[in-house]
């Protein structure tokens, strides 16, 4: 079974463009959530879909934007990109709402110029 | 606010220690600890507790959550180099919270 993939793997952007990253689930998993992860701020929560319905919101502003398709895979959108959104973003998917079946991609690692 | 507290931030060992992870909290509505290993990329799930005093165990790994004091330690017993990794603990409570992990570094 394909584990979780994330494109693109490595972006470099500047201040003030949008962004839009990609994660495709383990097949048949339709919980699909979105963590960005900085040296100084930890792993945090952005949101969590679960069919094509945003489930759950972490405290991040509203320049950081998702959304669901059908077959249960996410993008992520970042608008008006900032210095301070450098970083790994994962995604993570579940087949349920139970976290310990909560497989990780291999992230996107994100560098804003 | 919700916050998880991972300590030590980082730890260097030689093989065959025993290291103790700490991870306190204070989060609404809790509902399960969850500890995770971060090689490169990815983080991996380790152990999932919800009761009190109940000890999980994975070969050389195990944890325990104490309800009480609000805090999980982790344990890992003859430690190898394949152990370096970041360990990070989340908190499920009404949103789930990481802590900003312990960077354990296993020398030969």
């Known amino acids: 079974k394909a584990g979780v993939t994330q494109t693109p793997r490595y972006l470099i952007k500047t201040r003030g463009q949008q962004v839009t990253l990609s994660c495709s689930p383990i097949s048949g998993h339709r919980s699909v959530s979105w963590y960005q992860q900085t040296p100084g701020q930890g792993l945090q929560f952005l949101f969590e879909?679960?069919?094509?319905?945003?489930?759950n919101k972490g405290n991040f502003p509203g320049r950081f934007s998702g959304r669901q398709f059908s077959n249960s895979r996410s993008e992520m959108n970042v608008s008006t990109l900032e210095l301070g959104d450098s970083a790994l973003y994962l995604c993570?998917?579940?087949?349920?709402?139970?976290?310990?079946?909560?497989?990780f991609g291999p992230g996107t690692r994100l560098l804003v110029l | 606010e919700d916050k998880v507290v991972q300590s030590p931030l980082s730890l260097v060992v030689h093989e065959g220690d025993t290291v103790t992870l700490n991870c306190s909290y204070e989060?609404?509505?809790?509902?399960?600890l969850l500890w995770y290993k971060q090689e490169k990329k990815a983080p991996t799930f380790l152990f999932m507790l919800?009761?009190?005093?109940i000890e999980k165990k994975s070969g050389r790994l195990s944890s325990i959550l104490d309800k009480k004091e609000l805090f999980s330690i982790l344990n890992i017993t003859a430690t190898q180099t394949g152990d370096s990794a970041i360990y990070l603990c989340a908190v499920d409570g009404n949103k789930l919270v990481f802590g900003a992990g312990t960077i354990l570094r296993v020398k030969s």
């Open positions: 879909y679960f069919s094509e319905t945003q489930r």
């Open positions: 989060v609404t509505n809790f509902r399960s």
């Open positions: 919800t009761s009190s005093g």
């Open positions: 993570a998917s579940s087949s349920s709402t139970r976290l310990e079946t909560q497989y």
